[in-house]
């Protein structure tokens, strides 16, 4: 298009300047020819000689004419091909080139260096070398800000949705799909948050934002989420869409939950005894009882305060570890010897329920480093559970051995065993299987959180396995030095 002006141009140009040229020689001939010599010239020689030479005249004006017209035609093309090389090439090549440079292709360093080889010293190819050269820079940098932000997009836990002024989406990160379960079909403000029972209004989340609620809370089978909604706008300040971000904030509920059940679970659990305690002492102090009377209302107070007892101790011991006070002196010691040094200590409760314990070490165990009271509290707390749970005359195995980097502790009994359905839940505080058995045996329901908690904080591992009826298998696994 610029080549087809510009010819038109030099076209234009050289037809008026042969007119002109044309009509100049013109008048100069008409001129000539039409000068009366009779009253000049008085003899016939004389105008003859006269006429003569005006022929001679017009013969060389027409000779003049047409060398002229031939000399500006011949400037014409010169100046035509000067314009094409030097003004309409670099920018046609430049015009070829956009759709290139949009795309992303790296062309503008051929063409400097071409600019370069053709002239070094004129002035408008530099001038578009300097504007090519920055272009492409800005492009660059363009290009390396999108994939910083889709890289960070596309790696946020945090989801993120970007709806244009029709609800349309604009963009959506990974983790907005997967929190909001959405498939193909959702592709729009109100048919996502119509899903997940929002009550949202695009238009007043946008011109009212600052009077209607940015914040809103959904679940998503069993998924909690916090869904924030803010607008955001143009270079002229004017709305233009609206960003949606998703928080998953499950295990925020959950920990939530956990901490209203604990204060309940624990409010129960001193209720409890409490209430038996004040009940009994009342009684006492109503009436006259014999001796045997008070002694056994006063047994039952002391279980019952031994009890609670029981409770805020295991309660101090957890809450400690729950805040890093616990003062843990790590130190090598041997762990099947700490395993018969518990069994010895627990050897009155085995006698009575007149248990058959075998306790074996099956290789060569290396020391073990941690917190050698916290670990004797685990093992006791284990087998205690063991030798409770089993019915009298049972079997309890117990297997101390090494496997790759860790030492383990396995025991192994045929008690009344766990439901599968709790497995789950063990682990929880003040979860019990059997709660009204667990109480009746002083269980408070702390006594495996507690070992977890003391293990993890040791580096190592606790695991069962039960089957209802049949036994339990509990391992315990921790480091060796």
């Known amino acids: 298009m610029i080549k087809n002006v510009q010819l038109k141009i030099i076209l234009l140009f050289s037809i008026l300047g042969i007119f002109l040229i044309t009509a100049m020689a013109a008048v100069s001939i008409f001129y000539l020819q039409n000068i009366d010599l009779s009253s000049i010239v008085q003899t016939e020689e004389q105008l003859q000689q006269i006429e003569e030479l005006f022929l001679r005249q017009i013969e060389s004006i027409k000779a003049v004419t047409i060398i002229l017209i031939l000399v500006f035609g011949l400037i014409c093309i010169l100046i035509g091909i000067f314009v094409a090389k030097v003004v309409v090439d670099p920018i046609t090549k430049l015009i070829n080139r956009v759709p290139k440079i949009t795309a992303g292709e790296n062309v503008m360093l051929d063409y400097i260096e071409e600019g370069k080889r ?7 190819t530099n001038a578009f070398n300097i504007m090519t050269h920055e272009l492409q820079e800005n492009l660059k940098e363009v290009n390396r800000q999108k994939n910083q932000i889709e890289t960070i997009l596309l790696h946020m836990t945090d989801g993120v949705i970007a709806f244009d002024m029709d609800g349309n989406i604009m963009h959506i990160n990974p983790a907005a799909t997967d929190l909001l379960q959405l498939t193909q079909k959702d592709n729009t403000f109100e048919k996502i948050f119509s899903k997940i029972n929002i009550d949202v209004n695009l ?9 209607t609620s940015s914040e809103q809370r959904a679940q998503v089978e069993d998924k909690y989420l916090n869904i924030f909604f803010a607008s955001f706008k143009d270079e002229k300040d004017r709305p233009s869409g609206i960003i949606v971000v998703i928080q998953d904030i499950t295990e925020h509920v959950k920990l939530d939950n956990m901490r209203k059940e604990f204060v309940a ?8 005894p409490i209430t038996s305690i004040m009940g009994y002492a009342d009684t006492l102090l109503e009436g006259e009882y ?8 006063l047994n039952v107070i002391a279980s019952e305060a031994r009890r609670m007892a029981k409770l805020v101790t295991d309660l101090l011991i957890l809450s400690r570890y729950d805040s890093n006070k616990v003062k843990k002196e790590a130190s090598e010691f041997d762990l099947g010897e700490l395993v018969k040094k518990c ?3 627990l ?3 085995i006698d009575k329920k007149q248990h058959q314990v ?4 099956t290789a060569n165990v290396p020391p073990v480093k941690a917190d050698k009271d916290g670990i004797e509290r685990v093992v006791l707390n284990i087998m205690t559970n063991s030798i409770k749970y089993t019915p009298d005359g049972g079997n309890i195995k117990i297997y101390v051995g090494f496997v790759y980097n860790d030492a383990y502790i396995k025991v192994i009994d045929n008690g009344i065993g766990i439901p599968e359905e709790d497995l789950n839940r063990i682990f ?5 299987v059997d709660k009204a058995r667990t109480r009746e045996m002083g269980g408070t329901g702390l006594g495996l959180s507690i070992a977890k908690e003391i293990l993890d904080q040791n580096k190592g591992s606790i695991d069962i396995k039960s089957e209802k009826g049949k036994g339990t298998e509990v391992v315990i696994r921790i480091p060796t030095k």
Request: net charge negative; hydrophobic share 25%; charged share 45%.
């Open 343 to 345: 069994q010895e200590k």
């Open 347 to 349: 050897q009155l409760e």
């Open 118 to 124: 053709k002239s070094q010293t004129d002035e408008l």
């Open 290 to 297: 014999d001796k045997e009377t008070k002694d056994k209302f």
């Open 203 to 211: 238009e007043k989340t946008i011109y009212l934002e600052n009077w």
């Open 428 to 432: 929880d505080r003040f979860y019990r």
């Open 265 to 272: 679970d624990v409010s129960h659990e001193l209720k409890t």
């Open 358 to 361: 075998e306790c074996f070490v």
